[in-house]
């Protein structure tokens, strides 16, 4: 099994939006958008226009974000956002694709990212319900802290 990450431009985009809609729950991908529930047109032309804001279009760009690929099929996206001294990271899989190892590999590809821009520091958060989330992140070494139904994760690159 093969596991990339391709840099998210308007073909990948295309390719992210049909993952999303094929293998997630809007809301586990995007920002609560008002209106009948699942991937309406509505929904859908959201999540391509937040990706553009995010990542995209120059001028809002505040992240980088990948499309997460599985032997040359899009499963998911990950994305880094600087945060002073830190990135903050962030992983999507599709429903098929969890539980197969891939969160472990994208965490790593994003962990040698992370180190390439000199980042001191590596952060996610997730919630005390995601038990994957929070195993994949302990076992690359950062300690995660609770607080309520949140953890955060925190990594030192150094």
Do not use: K
Request: include cysteine; aromatic fraction near 4%; glycine fraction near 10%.
């Amino acid at each position: 099994m093969e596991v990339a990450l391709s840099p998210l431009d308007e073909p990948a985009l295309a390719r992210l939006l049909d993952a999303a809609v094929a293998g997630a729950d809007p809301l586990e991908v995007m920002p609560p958008v008002i209106g009948a529930p699942g991937w309406t047109p509505e929904r859908r032309t959201a999540f391509v226009e937040f990706h553009r804001a995010r990542c995209l279009n120059p001028a809002t760009a505040v992240e980088r974000t990948w499309v997460v690929d599985v032997d040359g099929e899009a499963v998911g996206a990950a994305r880094l956002q600087p945060r002073g001294d830190a990135v903050e990271a962030g992983i999507w899989l599709s429903r098929a694709s969890r539980g197969r190892g891939i969160g472990s590999r994208v965490t790593a590809l994003l962990l040698a990212e992370a180190r390439s821009t000199g980042a001191a520091r590596f952060l996610a958060s997730t919630t005390t319900g995601n038990h994957g989330a929070r195993a994949l992140l302990a076992s690359a070494g950062a300690v995660l802290t609770t607080e309520g139904d949140e953890v955060t994760a925190e990594l030192a690159l150094g």
